[in-house]
């Protein structure tokens, strides 16, 4: 059964800083895997959505990457914002687009 | 402008009681779906419709049902079987990406 795990649960960085979330999942065997933006009290919104036959996708300031190998992505965030302040969810597809989730990195950037 | 609509935005249900949460979309998708957050948590799936009149349960279905009779609604029903009913409960939609409703917070009082 696919697990899917998010380190870490929460972090806060200044302004301006570049970081890196990171998400694992146990079962290579993936469609493909997601990137998703959840305000508080809100729904998602999509990022990111890179095929189990790419590498990675670009969308502005945000990088992902996906190493089925080791079963790892990376979400890469350039010159963080206030504005980025947000749970960001992975998920990995299974088939039929049923995704499973990791529990969010909650994300805090200060001004 | 097109999207997926859930109602009502919050919701409170008495012990024993069914509740039935709305789910309509504009989208013209063939596949829907209802996910369940608790706190801290990732997202469950609960039940999928790939097709009209046809659906599947997810990996958390007991206590809950679900019907398909139009593209675009996709209700999902909170039984009384469901002991642990209270999260957040979200729609989604899906075709080449997915979209997201903005969530049904459930509470049992």
């Known amino acids: 059964k696919q697990e899917v795990t998010q380190i870490p649960a929460a972090l806060s960085v200044p302004e301006g800083e570049n970081l890196v979330l990171n998400c694992s999942f146990t079962?290579?065997?993936?469609?493909?895997l997601q990137w998703f933006r959840q305000d508080p009290g809100k729904g998602l919104t999509s990022l990111l959505l890179?095929?189990?036959?790419?590498r990675e996708q670009t969308s502005g300031r945000l990088n992902a990457s996906l190493d089925k190998s080791s079963g790892r992505s990376t979400l890469y965030i350039a010159a963080s914002q206030p504005g980025d302040s947000a749970t960001y969810l992975c998920?990995?597809?299974?088939?039929?687009?049923?995704?499973?989730f990791g529990q969010g990195t909650r994300l805090t950037i200060n001004p | 402008d097109g999207g997926i609509t859930q109602s009502p935005k919050y919701l409170f249900r008495k012990e024993g009681q069914n509740v039935t949460l709305s789910c309509e979309q504009n989208?013209?998708?063939?596949?829907m779906y209802w996910y369940r957050q608790d706190p801290g948590q990732g997202l469950r799936l609960i039940y999928y419709?790939?097709?009209?009149?046809?659906?599947q349960k997810g990996d958390i279905a007991e206590g809950y049902s679900v019907s398909r009779e139009k593209k675009e609604s996709f209700p999902l029903t909170v039984t009384s079987a469901q002991k642990n009913p209270t999260a957040f409960y979200l729609c989604?939609?899906?075709?080449?990406?997915?979209?997201f409703g903005s969530g049904t917070r459930l509470t049992v009082v």
């Open positions: 998920a990995g597809n299974q088939g039929a687009q049923k995704l499973v």
């Open positions: 419709s790939q097709i009209v009149n046809d659906f």
């Open positions: 890179i095929q189990s036959s790419q």
């Open positions: 989208l013209n998708h063939d596949a």
């Open positions: 079962d290579s065997a993936i469609y493909n």
């Open positions: 989604a939609s899906f075709w080449g990406d997915y979209t």
